[in-house]
């Protein structure tokens, strides 16, 4: 903790962002009344005050909290060999896995042990296991210790409503139980689609991101603030752009 603070200072943003907004408001109040600064004391505090509050940890880390929800008190689910647990995969589009790509994978392979049946990774843009991140996470599944009959990929999606809209077919017409695994911070997005398609599927969320942090430390700003507050903000925003297009509820 003490050496990520120290590696903030040599960091150009938003620290340095915040002082000399900071350093602007502080002089616009400071400035005679006649001076021409002074009419932009309030512009320059409120500025300040906007990069103080996204650079908090405290406050990305309420938004992501707020979106995950509390982790499950997760219990083994029962075996049934019917059960069909579908993955969205995430990663760059070189191929390769994101670390949340691979938290997905842990999960789903954790899932499976419990569960058996059959896995299906879902995640393009390719359609091979060779250029699809699907393929890419179907194939280290095996080193998870899944065998290469239970699992598939579905590849060709660029975004999560393309994922379900490529799984959905399969999804519908399985009888037994469903699952839906991705990470925690995307499950609210990605179930909501699932089911506007007919899903009936159960949520295993994974890679939670919020973090238990101290009040006074977590209310000072650090570089990594915005970063986290980014991916909150992109979940928020995808949900609204998804309900206005009608791919979810």
């Known amino acids: 903790m003490l050496m990520s603070g120290a590696l903030d200072l040599l960091l150009p943003l938003p620290l340095y962002l915040l002082l000399l907004l900071g350093g602007l408001a502080l002089h616009a109040w400071r400035v005679p009344a006649a001076a021409p600064a002074r009419r932009w004391r309030w512009g320059w505090t409120a500025l300040a005050g906007w990069a103080w509050l996204l ?145 009936q599927v159960r949520p295993y969320p994974v890679d939670y991101q919020q973090l238990d942090l101290a009040l006074l430390p977590s209310c000072l700003p650090s570089n990594g603030g915005p970063i986290r507050f980014a991916e909150a903000l992109h979940e928020l925003i995808g949900r609204g752009v998804y309900r206005l297009r009608g791919w979810s509820h």
């Open 55 to 199: 650079s908090a940890p405290i406050t990305s880390n309420e938004a992501i909290r707020w979106i995950e929800g509390p982790p499950p008190d997760r219990s083994p689910p029962p075996r049934d060999a019917r059960s069909l647990i579908v993955v969205l995969a995430s990663g760059e589009l070189r191929p390769r896995l994101d670390q949340a790509g691979w938290e997905r994978l842990a999960g789903a392979a954790r899932l499976w042990r419990h569960t058996g049946g059959q896995l299906v990774f879902v995640g393009g843009p390719g359609l091979s296991q060779q250029d699809s991140l699907g393929g890419l996470m179907a194939g280290y599944a095996q080193t998870f210790g899944l065998p290469a009959e239970a699992v598939r990929h579905i590849g060709g999606g660029t975004n999560t409503h393309e994922d379900i809209l490529r799984a959905s077919a399969l999804a519908r017409a399985h009888e037994g139980p469903l699952w839906l695994v991705t990470s925690a911070l995307h499950m609210p997005r990605a179930l909501a689609t699932a089911r506007q398609q007919g899903w």
